[in-house]
T-cell receptor, first 116, second 110 residues
Framework: NAGVMQNPRHLVRRRGQEARLRCSPM?????VYWYRQLPEEGLKFMVY????????ESGMPKERFSAEFPKEGPSILRIQQVVRGDSAAYFC??????????????FGQGTRLTVV | DQQVKQNSPSLSVQEGRISILNCDYT??????FLWYKKYPAEGPTFLIS?????DKNEDGRFTVFLNKSAKHLSLHIVPSQPGDSAVYFC?????????FGSGTKLNVKP
């Protein structure tokens, strides 16, 4: 049973380009969470999705960032017109249930985005 | 607004001794807390959790203590082993949203 798979592991983009980060949850998991970790900081919540639904996007910047979790395929975090401040490690987590007090959230290895 | 704080960025402990990692939070509505361990270039892995109805939870060498009145929790690792060297994040769960502290880097010396 493969864990949460994120790709690419490393992504370099020039300012103004688009970045697409993919996350395949663990088998049987229908809840996906995206977190961002800036240098020397903890992980910050961005968005919580279920299949075809955004449940909570309170941590997403209002502009340039979007996320989806389609019925088929991985969850995608999309950053348009990237800026240097978007450089960070982006982690995806998945869980089987939508109640994290009663189910474990498993994290992927992350995608390190560098904007040059 | 940092709702979960880990004020010690690093901790160094001798193998076999106890490691104590501390965490403070500000939101009294938090009712579930977790500790995650993270190695470089890997994602965080779940270590142990505690509900606010308890003040202690133990799992092998790991024990988490919760002091609700002080809004403080701690992770005790005893005995510490070199393989425990990693960054430890404290987190609080609020409606499926984790609030993480900034982490404490633990170094266990052989």
């Amino acid at each position: 049973n493969a864990g949460v798979m994120q790709n690419p592991r490393h992504l370099v983009r020039r300012r103004g380009q688009e970045a697409r980060l993919r996350c395949s949850p663990m088998k049987g998991h229908s809840h996906v969470y995206w977190y961002r970790q800036l240098p020397e900081e903890g992980l910050k919540f961005m968005v919580y999705l279920q299949k075809e639904n955004i449940i909570d996007e309170s941590g997403m910047p209002k502009e340039r960032f979007s996320a989806e979790f389609p019925k088929e395929g991985p969850s995608i975090l999309r950053i348009q017109q990237v800026v240097r401040g978007d450089s960070a490690a982006y982690f995806c987590a998945s869980s089987r249930l939508g109640d994290l007090m009663n189910t474990e959230a498993f994290f992927g290895q992350g995608t390190r985005l560098t904007v040059v | 607004d940092q709702q979960v704080k880990q004020n010690s960025p690093s901790l160094s402990v001798q193998e076999g001794r106890i490691s104590i990692l501390n965490c403070d939070y500000t939101n009294s509505m938090f009712d579930y807390f977790l500790w995650y361990k993270k190695y470089p270039a890997e994602g965080p892995t779940f270590l142990i959790s505690i509900s606010s109805i308890k003040d202690k939870n133990e799992d092998g060498r790991f024990t988490v203590f919760l002091n609700k009145s002080a809004k403080h929790l701690s992770l005790h690792i005893v005995p510490s082993q070199p393989g425990d060297s990693a960054v430890y994040f404290c987190a609080a769960d609020n409606f499926n949203k984790f609030y993480f502290g900034s982490g404490t880097k633990l170094n266990v010396k052989p």
